[in-house]
Protein backbone atom coordinates (compact mmCIF):
# COMPACT_ATOMS: atom_id res chain seq x y z
CA UNK A 1 0.00 0.00 0.00
CA UNK A 2 2.92 2.67 0.73
CA UNK A 3 4.34 1.38 -1.83
CA UNK A 4 1.32 2.55 -4.10
CA UNK A 5 0.98 5.61 -2.75
CA UNK A 6 4.77 6.42 -3.37
CA UNK A 7 4.08 5.43 -7.04
CA UNK A 8 0.92 7.82 -6.92
CA UNK A 9 3.02 10.67 -5.78
CA UNK A 10 5.69 10.12 -8.17
CA UNK A 11 3.29 10.11 -11.17
CA UNK A 12 1.60 13.28 -9.98
CA UNK A 13 5.06 15.24 -9.29
CA UNK A 14 6.49 14.12 -13.02
CA UNK A 15 3.08 15.35 -14.73
CA UNK A 16 3.30 18.46 -12.38
CA UNK A 17 6.99 18.98 -13.46
CA UNK A 18 5.71 18.23 -17.78
CA UNK A 19 3.49 21.02 -17.16
CA UNK A 20 5.94 23.42 -15.50
CA UNK A 21 7.81 24.36 -19.04
CA UNK A 22 4.95 25.15 -21.14
CA UNK A 23 4.51 28.02 -18.06
CA UNK A 24 8.50 29.14 -18.49
CA UNK A 25 7.94 29.10 -22.32
CA UNK A 26 4.91 31.62 -22.44
CA UNK A 27 6.97 34.79 -24.46
CA UNK A 28 5.55 37.75 -23.38
CA UNK A 29 4.34 40.03 -26.02
CA UNK A 30 7.10 41.99 -28.35
CA UNK A 31 7.55 45.32 -27.66
CA UNK A 32 7.79 47.92 -30.94
CA UNK A 33 10.44 50.87 -30.65
CA UNK A 34 10.56 54.14 -32.50
CA UNK A 35 14.13 55.60 -32.51
CA UNK A 36 13.70 59.10 -32.34
CA UNK A 37 17.76 60.67 -33.41
CA UNK A 38 16.68 63.98 -30.97
CA UNK A 39 16.01 64.59 -27.37
CA UNK A 40 12.71 64.29 -26.20
CA UNK A 41 10.22 67.46 -25.75
CA UNK A 42 10.60 68.46 -29.62
CA UNK A 43 8.44 68.17 -32.19
CA UNK A 44 9.51 64.99 -33.69
CA UNK A 45 9.85 63.18 -30.23
CA UNK A 46 5.96 64.78 -29.60
CA UNK A 47 4.47 63.46 -32.91
CA UNK A 48 6.61 59.91 -32.39
CA UNK A 49 5.09 59.62 -29.29
CA UNK A 50 0.97 60.29 -30.68
CA UNK A 51 1.78 57.97 -32.78
CA UNK A 52 3.04 54.94 -30.06
CA UNK A 53 0.00 55.67 -28.39
CA UNK A 54 -2.73 55.84 -31.23
CA UNK A 55 -1.18 52.35 -32.39
CA UNK A 56 -1.15 50.55 -29.41
CA UNK A 57 -4.36 48.52 -29.82
CA UNK A 58 -3.10 47.32 -33.07
CA UNK A 59 0.81 46.68 -32.25
CA UNK A 60 1.05 46.63 -28.61
CA UNK A 61 3.16 48.41 -26.41
CA UNK A 62 5.53 50.82 -28.30
CA UNK A 63 8.16 52.61 -26.75
CA UNK A 64 10.14 55.97 -28.08
CA UNK A 65 14.26 55.05 -27.95
CA UNK A 66 15.30 59.00 -28.29
CA UNK A 67 19.13 58.88 -29.44
CA UNK A 68 19.89 62.44 -29.79
CA UNK A 69 23.58 63.44 -31.45
CA UNK A 70 24.86 64.54 -34.27
CA UNK A 71 22.42 66.36 -35.71
CA UNK A 72 20.51 63.56 -36.27
CA UNK A 73 23.08 61.14 -37.40
CA UNK A 74 23.39 58.78 -34.07
CA UNK A 75 19.95 57.95 -33.71
CA UNK A 76 19.47 57.50 -37.63
CA UNK A 77 22.55 55.36 -37.84
CA UNK A 78 21.29 53.34 -34.19
CA UNK A 79 18.01 52.67 -36.63
CA UNK A 80 19.98 51.53 -39.64
CA UNK A 81 22.08 48.52 -37.57
CA UNK A 82 18.81 47.51 -35.61
CA UNK A 83 17.59 43.61 -36.71
CA UNK A 84 15.11 43.81 -39.63
CA UNK A 85 12.73 42.01 -37.56
CA UNK A 86 9.60 45.03 -37.95
CA UNK A 87 10.36 45.59 -34.09
CA UNK A 88 12.51 48.91 -34.52
CA UNK A 89 11.33 51.71 -36.55
CA UNK A 90 13.66 55.18 -37.04
CA UNK A 91 12.52 58.10 -37.83
CA UNK A 92 13.37 60.12 -41.58
CA UNK A 93 13.92 63.25 -42.00
CA UNK A 94 13.89 66.51 -43.95
CA UNK A 95 17.66 66.76 -43.09
CA UNK A 96 18.54 63.04 -42.58
CA UNK A 97 17.04 61.36 -45.62
CA UNK A 98 17.30 64.57 -48.29
CA UNK A 99 19.89 67.44 -46.94
CA UNK A 100 22.91 65.62 -44.91
CA UNK A 101 23.98 63.02 -47.81
CA UNK A 102 25.08 66.05 -49.49
CA UNK A 103 26.09 67.89 -46.59
CA UNK A 104 28.43 65.99 -44.62
CA UNK A 105 30.86 64.14 -47.18
CA UNK A 106 30.49 60.72 -44.69
CA UNK A 107 27.63 59.57 -42.96
CA UNK A 108 27.39 56.45 -40.61
CA UNK A 109 24.54 55.28 -43.22
CA UNK A 110 23.21 55.07 -46.48
CA UNK A 111 19.94 57.13 -46.38
CA UNK A 112 19.12 55.00 -49.98
CA UNK A 113 20.40 51.56 -48.85
CA UNK A 114 20.46 51.05 -45.19
CA UNK A 115 16.37 51.52 -44.95
CA UNK A 116 12.92 49.92 -46.24
CA UNK A 117 10.49 53.18 -46.57
CA UNK A 118 6.94 52.81 -44.02
CA UNK A 119 5.08 55.67 -44.22
CA UNK A 120 5.72 59.72 -44.42
CA UNK A 121 4.28 60.61 -40.63
CA UNK A 122 3.63 64.52 -41.67
CA UNK A 123 4.29 67.64 -43.55
CA UNK A 124 4.65 71.25 -41.04
CA UNK A 125 4.58 74.48 -43.65
CA UNK A 126 7.84 76.67 -43.44
CA UNK A 127 6.79 80.42 -44.09
CA UNK A 128 8.91 83.40 -45.37
CA UNK A 129 9.04 86.24 -42.19
CA UNK A 130 10.06 89.25 -41.96
CA UNK A 131 10.35 91.13 -39.02
CA UNK A 132 7.50 93.34 -38.91
CA UNK A 133 9.03 96.77 -37.70
CA UNK A 134 11.31 96.12 -40.71
CA UNK A 135 8.70 95.57 -43.15
CA UNK A 136 7.07 98.56 -41.83
CA UNK A 137 9.91 100.94 -42.78
CA UNK A 138 11.26 99.33 -45.91
CA UNK A 139 7.15 99.78 -47.02
CA UNK A 140 7.19 95.72 -47.94
CA UNK A 141 4.13 93.99 -47.88
CA UNK A 142 3.83 91.58 -50.18
CA UNK A 143 6.83 89.24 -51.67
CA UNK A 144 6.79 90.82 -54.67
CA UNK A 145 7.62 93.99 -52.61
CA UNK A 146 10.54 92.29 -51.41
CA UNK A 147 11.78 90.80 -54.42
CA UNK A 148 11.65 94.48 -55.92
CA UNK A 149 13.50 96.02 -52.99
CA UNK A 150 16.14 93.32 -52.91
CA UNK A 151 17.06 93.88 -56.66
CA UNK A 152 16.80 98.23 -56.07
CA UNK A 153 18.97 97.82 -53.31
CA UNK A 154 21.59 95.69 -53.99
CA UNK A 155 23.24 93.87 -50.80
CA UNK A 156 20.98 95.89 -48.86
CA UNK A 157 18.98 93.05 -47.04
CA UNK A 158 19.92 89.59 -44.71
CA UNK A 159 18.54 86.94 -43.74
CA UNK A 160 19.20 84.34 -40.77
CA UNK A 161 18.62 80.49 -40.01
CA UNK A 162 19.47 77.82 -37.53
CA UNK A 163 23.16 77.25 -39.24
CA UNK A 164 25.03 76.18 -42.55
CA UNK A 165 23.36 73.20 -44.45
CA UNK A 166 20.07 73.78 -42.55
CA UNK A 167 16.73 73.82 -43.97
CA UNK A 168 16.43 77.75 -43.40
CA UNK A 169 19.59 78.41 -45.37
CA UNK A 170 18.79 76.19 -48.29
CA UNK A 171 15.40 77.93 -48.70
CA UNK A 172 17.04 81.07 -48.42
CA UNK A 173 19.35 80.28 -51.27
CA UNK A 174 17.05 78.56 -52.81
CA UNK A 175 14.72 81.97 -52.94
CA UNK A 176 17.54 84.16 -54.05
CA UNK A 177 18.70 81.96 -56.87
CA UNK A 178 15.31 81.76 -58.10
CA UNK A 179 14.21 85.23 -57.73
CA UNK A 180 18.02 86.77 -58.72
CA UNK A 181 18.38 88.54 -55.76
CA UNK A 182 21.42 89.09 -53.01
CA UNK A 183 21.02 88.86 -50.02
CA UNK A 184 23.50 88.00 -46.80
CA UNK A 185 22.99 84.61 -44.94
CA UNK A 186 23.54 85.26 -41.25
CA UNK A 187 24.18 81.71 -39.85
CA UNK A 188 22.64 81.54 -36.27
CA UNK A 189 23.80 77.85 -33.50
CA UNK A 190 19.93 77.13 -33.92
CA UNK A 191 16.51 78.28 -35.14
CA UNK A 192 15.95 79.48 -31.36
CA UNK A 193 18.66 82.13 -31.87
CA UNK A 194 18.01 82.67 -35.27
CA UNK A 195 14.41 83.76 -34.32
CA UNK A 196 15.68 85.79 -31.76
CA UNK A 197 17.69 87.49 -34.28
CA UNK A 198 14.74 88.31 -36.51
CA UNK A 199 13.06 89.50 -33.82
CA UNK A 200 15.65 92.00 -32.16
CA UNK A 201 15.68 93.03 -36.03
CA UNK A 202 19.44 91.79 -36.39
CA UNK A 203 18.71 90.54 -39.79
CA UNK A 204 15.53 91.25 -42.41
CA UNK A 205 13.71 87.88 -43.16
CA UNK A 206 14.56 84.07 -42.16
CA UNK A 207 12.55 80.70 -43.27
CA UNK A 208 11.34 79.40 -40.27
CA UNK A 209 8.80 76.43 -39.30
CA UNK A 210 5.63 77.73 -39.53
CA UNK A 211 4.69 76.27 -35.80
CA UNK A 212 7.44 77.79 -34.30
CA UNK A 213 6.77 81.46 -36.54
CA UNK A 214 3.13 81.16 -35.46
CA UNK A 215 2.84 83.10 -32.07
CA UNK A 216 5.12 85.88 -32.98
CA UNK A 217 2.80 86.29 -36.47
CA UNK A 218 -0.48 86.06 -34.36
CA UNK A 219 1.23 88.60 -31.76
CA UNK A 220 2.56 90.84 -34.95
CA UNK A 221 5.71 90.98 -34.18
CA UNK A 222 6.65 89.08 -37.85
CA UNK A 223 5.00 89.44 -40.57
CA UNK A 224 4.73 86.37 -43.50
CA UNK A 225 4.98 86.81 -46.63
CA UNK A 226 4.61 83.78 -48.16
CA UNK A 227 4.68 80.13 -47.28
CA UNK A 228 6.47 77.23 -48.76
CA UNK A 229 3.81 74.75 -49.54
CA UNK A 230 2.48 74.35 -53.12
CA UNK A 231 -0.50 75.43 -51.78
CA UNK A 232 -2.20 77.50 -49.15
CA UNK A 233 -1.97 75.92 -46.09
CA UNK A 234 -5.52 76.10 -43.77
CA UNK A 235 -3.71 77.22 -40.32
CA UNK A 236 -3.12 80.73 -42.22
CA UNK A 237 -5.12 80.84 -45.43
CA UNK A 238 -4.49 84.41 -45.97
CA UNK A 239 -0.59 83.75 -46.78
CA UNK A 240 -0.10 83.01 -49.94
CA UNK A 241 2.42 80.31 -51.35
CA UNK A 242 6.15 81.87 -52.59
CA UNK A 243 4.91 79.66 -55.56
CA UNK A 244 2.45 82.07 -56.74
CA UNK A 245 5.14 84.30 -57.69
CA UNK A 246 8.40 81.64 -58.22
CA UNK A 247 6.90 78.48 -59.74
CA UNK A 248 7.75 75.34 -58.68
CA UNK A 249 9.61 76.80 -55.57
CA UNK A 250 8.30 74.17 -53.01
CA UNK A 251 10.13 73.54 -49.20
CA UNK A 252 8.47 71.57 -46.91
CA UNK A 253 9.76 69.98 -43.37
CA UNK A 254 8.66 66.89 -43.08
CA UNK A 255 9.61 63.34 -41.20
CA UNK A 256 8.20 59.59 -41.30
CA UNK A 257 8.48 56.41 -40.55
CA UNK A 258 11.48 54.11 -42.11
CA UNK A 259 12.66 49.90 -41.07
CA UNK A 260 16.12 48.59 -41.75
CA UNK A 261 16.46 47.23 -45.19
CA UNK A 262 16.06 43.94 -45.36
CA UNK A 263 12.59 43.81 -43.01
CA UNK A 264 10.22 41.72 -44.44
CA UNK A 265 7.36 42.92 -46.82
CA UNK A 266 4.50 41.98 -45.37
CA UNK A 267 5.84 42.90 -41.76
CA UNK A 268 6.46 46.48 -43.70
CA UNK A 269 2.95 46.53 -44.72
CA UNK A 270 1.61 45.12 -41.25
CA UNK A 271 3.41 48.45 -39.84
CA UNK A 272 2.19 50.97 -42.97
CA UNK A 273 -1.36 49.26 -41.96
CA UNK A 274 -1.46 50.61 -38.31
CA UNK A 275 0.16 53.67 -38.35
CA UNK A 276 -1.44 55.40 -41.70
CA UNK A 277 -4.52 53.93 -40.10
CA UNK A 278 -3.59 56.12 -36.85
CA UNK A 279 -2.66 59.10 -39.36
CA UNK A 280 -6.35 58.98 -40.25
CA UNK A 281 -7.61 59.10 -37.33
CA UNK A 282 -9.29 62.18 -36.12
CA UNK A 283 -7.37 62.43 -32.85
CA UNK A 284 -4.18 62.55 -33.94
CA UNK A 285 -4.98 64.81 -36.92
CA UNK A 286 -6.84 67.05 -34.01
CA UNK A 287 -3.08 66.64 -31.84
CA UNK A 288 -0.97 67.37 -35.46
CA UNK A 289 -3.20 70.32 -35.97
CA UNK A 290 -2.14 71.81 -32.39
CA UNK A 291 1.13 71.59 -33.93
CA UNK A 292 0.49 73.00 -37.62
CA UNK A 293 1.45 69.64 -38.85
CA UNK A 294 -0.37 67.74 -41.52
CA UNK A 295 -0.76 64.26 -41.23
CA UNK A 296 0.92 62.71 -44.83
CA UNK A 297 0.11 58.74 -44.43
CA UNK A 298 1.57 57.06 -47.71
CA UNK A 299 2.04 53.40 -49.14
CA UNK A 300 5.57 52.39 -48.73
CA UNK A 301 6.71 52.99 -52.19
CA UNK A 302 4.95 56.60 -51.76
CA UNK A 303 7.27 57.43 -49.37
CA UNK A 304 10.23 55.72 -51.08
CA UNK A 305 9.32 57.74 -53.93
CA UNK A 306 9.10 61.20 -52.27
CA UNK A 307 12.75 60.66 -50.40
CA UNK A 308 14.42 60.06 -53.60
CA UNK A 309 13.03 63.43 -54.62
CA UNK A 310 13.60 65.02 -52.13
CA UNK A 311 17.40 64.23 -52.20
CA UNK A 312 17.18 65.19 -55.81
CA UNK A 313 16.16 68.39 -55.12
CA UNK A 314 18.34 69.20 -51.99
CA UNK A 315 21.62 67.85 -54.12
CA UNK A 316 20.81 70.92 -56.17
CA UNK A 317 19.96 73.20 -53.35
CA UNK A 318 23.32 72.13 -51.72
CA UNK A 319 25.36 73.05 -54.69
CA UNK A 320 23.78 76.20 -54.97
CA UNK A 321 24.57 77.11 -51.24
CA UNK A 322 28.14 75.63 -51.32
CA UNK A 323 27.48 74.66 -47.43
CA UNK A 324 29.25 72.04 -46.19
CA UNK A 325 29.75 70.67 -42.51
CA UNK A 326 32.82 68.93 -42.39
Request: net charge positive.
Amino acid sequence: MLHRRHLITSIALSASALALPAVSLAQPAATTRIVVPFAAGGPIDVTARILAEAVKGTLGTVIIDNRPGAGGNIGVSAAAKAAPDGLTLGIATTASHGINPWLFSKLPYDPAKDFSAVTQMLRVPNVLVMNADAAQRLNINSLTDLIAYAKANPGKLNYGSGGNGSAGHLAGEMFKNQAGIFALHIPYNGGNPAQLGLLSGQVDFNFDNLATAAPNIRSGKLKPLAVTTAQRVAAMPEVPPVADTLPGFEIDTWWGLVVPAGTPADTVRKLNAAFTEALRSAEVKSRFAALMAEPAPSTPEQFEAFMARERSKYERMVKISGAKVD
